[in-house]
Each structure stands twice: as structure tokens, then as C-alpha cells.
């Protein structure tokens, strides 16, 4: 079992630059595979970025990269979203998920249903 408290949200202009944290309890942490999803008015959850337990690997939503950094600090429970040149259209609520595994990431990394653990979300507003 793990809990996942996101922070770091918060309304910022467009073109500025917000770190997210997502901080998890439990003494495995280094052990889960952790992403990062949003989810704006009227729409579906999306993906955002995902990193392998050990952070050698990390997958990006291609509406991200190049703007957005997905990195974790096994050392302090912790996985990071910075995010640069912010959009309007990043305007969503952005939620940490958690999957307990070791293995090879995959293009099933997108899917909600490939999370176990799930924070309860953090507001990030993106003003034009």
C-alpha cells in the first residue's frame, strides 16, 4: 500500500515555469514505476509522463516533451513534473500515479488501468 500527496500546484502565466512534487509513504518506493496524468474540464484523463522505478527510463504524452521533465529522489519518497513554458490549454488537474513493478516500460505506460496507487490531484491553472 502507498499514499500519494501532490503538491507544488498553483495559477501561473503562460510561459512560466511550475514544479510539481508528488511525495509517497512506505518504505518501497524505489520499487514503483511512477506517472503523472492530468485531467481538464469536460475531459478525459490523459497522460503526461511516466519514469521506471530506478529513473533510468522515462516516457512523455507527445503534447509534453520537450516542456515538461518527469524525474524521481528515491531517497526522499519523492517524484517530480517540472514543467517549463506553460500553455493554457496545460490548464487541467494533474494527479501522481503508482505501479509496483520492476519491469520494462512499455507503451501501456499511457493507461490509467496500469496504475494501482492514485493521489488525490492538484489544481494547476494556466493563465493567457
Known amino acids: 500500500q502507498v499514499q500519494l500527496v501532490e503538491s507544488g500546484g498553483g495559477l501561473v502565466q503562460a510561459g512560466s515555469s511550475l514544479r510539481l512534487s508528488c511525495a509517497a509513504s512506505?518504505?518501497?518506493?524505489?520499487?514503483?514505476?511512477m506517472a503523472w496524468f492530468r485531467q481538464a474540464p469536460g475531459r478525459e484523463r490523459e497522460f503526461v509522463a511516466a519514469?521506471?522505478?530506478?529513473?533510468?527510463?522515462?516516457y512523455y504524452a507527445d503534447s509534453v516533451k520537450g516542456r515538461f521533465t518527469i524525474s524521481r529522489d528515491n531517497a526522499k519518497n519523492t517524484v517530480y513534473l517540472q514543467m517549463n513554458s506553460l500553455k493554457p490549454e496545460d490548464t487541467a488537474v494533474y494527479y501522481c500515479a503508482a505501479k509496483r513493478t520492476l519491469g520494462t516500460m512499455t507503451e501501456n505506460v499511457r493507461y490509467i488501468s496500469e496504475y494501482d496507487y492514485w493521489g488525490q490531484g492538484i489544481q494547476v491553472t494556466v493563465s493567457s
Open positions: 519514469i521506471s522505478w530506478i529513473g533510468a527510463s522515462t
Open positions: 512506505g518504505r518501497t518506493f524505489s520499487s514503483y514505476r
